[in-house]
């Protein structure tokens, strides 16, 4: 009664070839990151020292250390998260607490989904345009910064949408029915159980920002500067734009150069995900609805 | 001769609640049909009927929860303390900080017990800031009389959502009462616990008679019958029978009633 029957091993036969080749095509995933990853180490490691770090490249950029543009790329992200998130979480807030459904919201949401498709090369060259000719900052850390921020603002935004929304209508409900207003709610409720899904979006964003190259590199990142940036106004060296330098535009570069720079960026960017992600269990852990 | 005295030192309503002509639409579809009551003040007074028959939908427009629906109109009047609720004069804070609502499923906030219940009280309050010895005294006294105090006084910091739905419930009452509500709205505030919770919760309920006028929408016939001193029965968005409980269950005017409490539709 219970038996398999001749159907059965069929769909199961069936069931476990699709099983396999999803499985597969994960597999393939892993396998670029894994390539990239020991390339960069096998190639570029044997460079990476303190010293690699904290010094001036020197003979022409084809010996010594990234320092100039391993802080460059620190004042660019501090830089435009500063102007990126305040912005971001503001308009998300509104849109998702305060705005109703109505033609309005919805040409604003059309307006970032749009932002968010714009190809980094021309949010270099609008960079340019407003930032650099028209506010008249020059090609600084400031346009840089404000240019990447432009770029970054729909992932701050969707992704803090997406914390606010994960807090529970009930909790509103909740509040109002004691009379107390939209702020009181979102200051003493909702913010509080987002600011965990806030932090962990806006890190990310910070490791996006750090690879981009095309934005900044019109905006305020320099091939080359023999001092270090002392302001927003000054142009600076950036190790997205530093990387691309050495691996293509000068002459004479040892191998592992090129490759430790690389891995730099790469450490850092992984590096800041794992604090984003380690961040996220903690918090996670502390809350329970 | 002394009842005149007594009323003129402290005027007290006789109705908390009262409606008038109160018709209710959503969009083009009419949920309330000239609703008129006259709800005891200090009372238990229990709403019941079918699923789809309004008296949700007259609770909640007791303190204009309805109208962030946007599609809502309504017309008529309800007095709250012989003031029309639906006056432009009224500000909404005040509607929701005087009726009270409590919800099927307990909502309290992520926050801990003893913020739960200062909540409301420190939305009210802000500028006269109370001292520690106050807020202690609020929350103890609140829950006190939600009779949750001896269970939850040694863990007053921990989450609120981390009761059980029973203490949660009580939890959710409790953090009316600082503000001192004249009204407490409850839509069918047990149907999402187990029957010892559910007792639980219509004993504090009884409990609150007389100093809350508390109107409280329920399925469970037998629930309005135990925990309730007067009772609505509604069809069809219109009140059918508006009676003392016992009455109504004992000796029902109306035909459509009868049918109702013996299980006739429902």
Redesign the interface.
Known sequence: MFAESALNVRNKRVQNLFRILFLMMTVLLIIPVVIILATLIAKGGSIISIDFLFTDPTNGMTAGGIFPALLGTVWIVAVALLASVPLGVAAAIYLNEYAGDNWFTRIIQLAIINLAGVPSIVHALFGVGAFVIFFGFGTSILAASLTLAIMTLPVVIVSTRESLRAVPQAFREACWNMGATRWQTIRRVVLPNAVSGILTGVILEVSRTTGETAPIMFTGAAFFLPFLPQGVFDQTMALSLHLFVVATQVPGVPDNLPFGVALVLIAMVLLMNSISIAFRMYLRGKKKW | MNATAKAMSEPVAEYAIRTSKLNLWYGTFQALFDVDLNICNGMITSLIGPSGCGKSTLLRSV?R?NE?L?YVRIEGNIDVMDKNIYDPDVE??????QI??V?Q?P?????SIRDNIL??HR??NKDNKSSKSDQNEIVESALKQVLLWDKVKDRLNQ?G??LSLEEQQKL?IA??LP?KPSVLLMDEPCSALDPKGTAAVEELIWELRGEYTILIVTHNMAQARRASEECIFMLMGKVVEHQATEDLFVTPEQKETADYIEGRYG
Do not use: A
Not at chain 2, 107 to 111: F, S, V
């Open positions: 303190n929860i962030r946007g909404l804070v005040q509607v929701r900080k009270g609502m919800f499923r909502n309290p906030l992520p926050i909540f409301g939305i009210h989450r959502t981390e959710c953090r009316l503000v």
